[in-house]
């Protein structure tokens, strides 16, 4: 290449002295020499930005996955599994409920719901049920209270919870839980006892499902994972509405349960049976004089659960169970 000669003089260049001047915002000069040093609050400020950043990438995997149990796409590197026809088809009859040894407090425990006519409660039926198939003895003795008037409790209200006033003294007396059934006439039903020396009482079905669970079968409701309880406790909300004596909320929450299922989902939450399935069988149960039909969405699901529990008390409409 060719050289040039340089255009001007270096050491002829004149600094103006009529500008102030200015210590670097980024860098300071040590006190044993021209060496630079990173500024402390500069430092700080990168720590804090590199936190932030790996708080929105921890923000953004927990997005993702729930955007996976919700059934919704979260980019191209995280498509919805969908299940071949073929596979859903021969699951719409069969559900797998969880097995394996159940976990209780020594000696024997009683829990007594009372319900009333107008405001049953099917979920520690149910329970109840669950914990038989799990190797469990449980009783469920019904009462009458004096509240009802003679001749108010027929038999179609008696139906569910065996078709007859059984007592304490009629049912086993080897049972490890009884799941003891008061019918009251009292406004505020269902309900069961929490504390009786606080007369506490938790009511609502979906409470005391909740509550049950907890206690008898906590697996359906793991509390240590939160993402897991937030899906379930959102499901039971939609339970609750659905058992909503409005018919406006009734079908409304009909709707979105439909919608919900229609995202390929087998089971309501978390892709496993848990409360979230008890609740609204359960609910679905207590309103079945209100729907006539389900939804295309919502039958396979309730013939699928339905069909690991005895429902033989129940007068089921005819279209739930029909192909």
Not at 76 to 88: G, I, K, M
Not at 133 to 162: D, M, N, W
Not at 180 to 202: E, G, N
Not at 247 to 274: P, W
């Amino acid at each position: 290449m060719y050289s040039m000669k340089p255009v001007y003089k270096t050491d002829d260049i004149e600094v103006s002295d009529i500008m102030y001047k200015m210590k670097s915002l980024h860098c300071e000069e040590t006190t044993t020499g021209s060496n630079e040093t990173l500024n402390p609050r500069m430092k700080q400020l990168e720590e804090t930005q590199l936190l932030i950043l790996k708080k929105l990438a921890n923000l953004e995997n927990e997005v993702k996955q729930m955007s996976l149990q919700l059934g919704h796409n979260y980019g191209d590197a995280f498509p919805v599994p969908v299940p071949s026809s073929t596979t859903r088809s021969s699951q719409s009859t069969a559900s797998t409920l969880p097995s394996g040894p159940v976990q209780l407090p020594e000696g024997t425990l009683d829990f007594v719901i009372t319900v009333s006519a107008q405001n049953p409660s099917f979920s520690p039926l149910l329970i109840g049920e669950l914990l038989r198939k799990r190797g469990v003895e449980v009783a469920f003795p019904t009462h009458l209270h004096s509240s009802c008037k003679e001749g108010s409790i027929t038999a179609q209200i008696l139906q569910p919870y065996g078709g007859e006033l059984t007592g304490r003294l009629r049912t086993s007396t080897t049972a490890k839980v009884y799941l003891t059934i008061m019918i009251k006439d009292v406004p505020f039903c269902p309900s069961v006892m929490y504390s009786a020396m606080l007369q506490t009482r938790i009511i609502g079905d979906t409470n005391i499902a909740r509550f049950l669970t907890r206690f008898l079968v906590p697996d359906l409701y793991d509390e240590n994972n939160m993402e897991s309880v937030s899906s379930i406790d959102q499901m039971m909300d939609m339970a609750k509405q659905l058992a909503s004596s409005s018919t406006k909320v009734r079908e409304a929450a009909m709707k979105s349960l439909n919608a919900h299922l229609g995202r390929k989902q087998e089971y309501l939450s978390c892709d496993r049976f848990t409360l979230a399935d008890i609740a609204t069988l359960s609910a679905l149960l207590s309103n079945r004089s209100n729907f006539n039909s389900l939804p295309k969405n919502v039958k396979p699901w309730f013939q699928r659960i339905a069909s690991n529990f005895d429902l033989r008390n129940f007068t089921l409409p005819a279209a739930w169970s029909s192909a």
